[in-house]
């Protein structure tokens, strides 16, 4: 009747029983066998080939990384080498424009006697 009460409240039997904790019951003789099993179960050569598989994803995740990030940088470098390059041909476009149109106020106000001829004809 004792070991029932004890049982009853949760206590651990002198045997090794089980403790009552709610719904659940727990036996530590349980819990000794499962642990053996899992050694019985365990293998090194699992676990090992596990980890190596796991360090392989992430060198793929590392290697994926880099090779994106470097043709992110390639792109980048072109997209920027193009736009100098286009910025460079509209500032000679407009430095041209400008001149032609400078060359011919220049040649309407000598047309129109406003400044005097030069023996410097530009063409």
């Given at each position: 009747m004792?070991?029932?009460?004890?049982?009853?409240?949760?206590?651990?039997?002198?045997?090794?029983?089980?403790?009552?904790?709610?719904r659940?019951?727990?036996?530590?003789?349980?819990?000794k066998?499962?642990?053996?099993?899992?050694?019985?179960?365990?293998?090194?050569?699992?676990?090992?080939?596990v980890?190596e598989?796991?360090?392989?994803?992430i060198?793929?995740?590392?290697v994926g990384f880099?090779?994106g990030?470097?043709?992110?940088?390639?792109?980048?470098?072109?997209?920027?080498?193009?736009?100098?390059?286009?910025?460079?041909?509209n500032?000679?476009?407009?430095?041209?424009r400008e001149?032609?149109?400078?060359?011919?106020?220049?040649?309407?106000a000598?047309a129109?006697?406003l400044?005097e001829?030069?023996?410097?004809?530009?063409?």
């Open positions: 004792i070991a029932v009460s004890r049982l009853a409240r949760g206590i651990r039997s002198p045997s090794g029983g089980f403790l009552n904790m709610g659940l019951n727990f036996s530590w003789d349980r819990c066998q499962s642990f053996e099993e899992f050694k019985e179960r365990w293998s090194w050569y699992r676990f090992f080939m980890r598989k796991i360090y392989d994803y060198m793929y995740a590392f880099a090779i990030g470097s043709a992110l940088s390639a792109f980048e470098s072109l997209r920027m080498q193009r736009n100098s390059i286009q910025r460079m041909w500032g000679y476009v407009r430095k041209e001149r032609a149109e400078l060359m011919d106020i220049i040649k309407q000598r129109a006697g400044i001829q030069t023996d410097n004809q530009m063409h």
